[in-house]
T-cell receptor
Framework: ELKVEQNPLFLSMQEGKNYTIYCNYS?????LYWYRQDPGKSLESLFV?????AVKQEGRLMASLDTKARLSTLHITAAVHDLSATYFC???????????????FGSGTRLLVRP | DADVTQTPRNRITKTGKRIMLECSQT?????MYWYRQDPGLGLRLIYY???????NKGEISDGYSVSRQAQAKFSLSLESAIPNQTALYFC?????????????FGPGTRLLVL
């Protein structure tokens, strides 16, 4: 069974600091997604990582994927208040055995960036 | 206008009542999904549909049913609502021809079952 674990679940950091959110998953997968959710809002796609060693960057956020370690990281550089949100990773867990589709989400990391 | 819309945005209902949540999209995507989100948890897949004639159960389909009325419309029904179905419900779509299969989410429907 595919499981996705994020840590930390809550992160309070000061503006200007760097930090990393981790996403571990339990079985092989073809795709890993990062989403952002603002309070009371919907989910917004940030990154899609498709292969081992993939790295994508957008502004102060950089995501990477290590399929051998089954680990993705979301690195925050010089955090600003606007980055405060909840960040989810999600792993594509399509089953070739029963042709079922699964996109399994982590529990989310709630990020609060303090002035 | 939003590409993926959900109605209603908020709903309060009583135990045992039937309720329908509706999702419409103008993105032209074939694939549609229903998820629920509970506080402090990620999203869990309820049902998904890869085209108009295709309906599949997700991780937590018990107590729910769906209808794909058209390519652009995908409805979720709670035949007899119970309090533990209180949650935030999201509809999502994706493009069959998108190799990344990115999902695009609607604004959500907040449901309270008393």
């Amino acid at each position: 069974e595919l499981k996705v674990e994020q840590n930390p679940l809550f992160l309070s950091m000061q503006e200007g600091k760097n930090y990393t959110i981790y996403c571990n998953y339990s079985t092989t997968s073809d795709r890993l997604y990062w989403y952002r959710q603002d309070p009371g809002k919907s989910l917004e796609s940030l990154f899609v990582l498709l292969s081992n060693g993939a790295v994508k960057q957008e502004g102060r956020l950089m995501a990477s994927l290590d399929t051998k370690a089954r680990l993705s990281t979301l690195h925050i550089t010089a955090a600003v208040h606007d980055l405060s949100a909840t960040y989810f990773c999600a792993v594509d867990g399509d089953s070739w055995v029963d042709s079922s589709y699964k996109l399994i989400f982590g529990s989310g990391t709630r990020l609060l960036v303090r002035p | 206008d939003a590409d993926v819309t959900q109605t209603p945005r908020n709903r309060i209902t009583k135990t045992g009542k039937r309720i329908m949540l509706e999702c419409s999209q103008t993105k032209g995507h074939d694939r549609m999904y229903w998820y629920r989100q509970d506080p402090g948890l990620g999203l869990r897949l309820i049902y998904y549909s890869f085209d108009v004639k295709d309906i599949n159960k997700g991780e937590i389909s018990d107590g729910y049913s769906v209808s794909r009325q058209a390519q652009a419309k995908f409805s979720l029904s709670l035949e007899s609502a119970i309090p533990n179905q209180t949650a935030l419900y999201f509809c999502a779509t994706s493009d069959l021809n998108d190799s990344q299969e990115t999902q695009y989410f609607g604004p959500g429907t907040r449901l309270l079952v008393l």
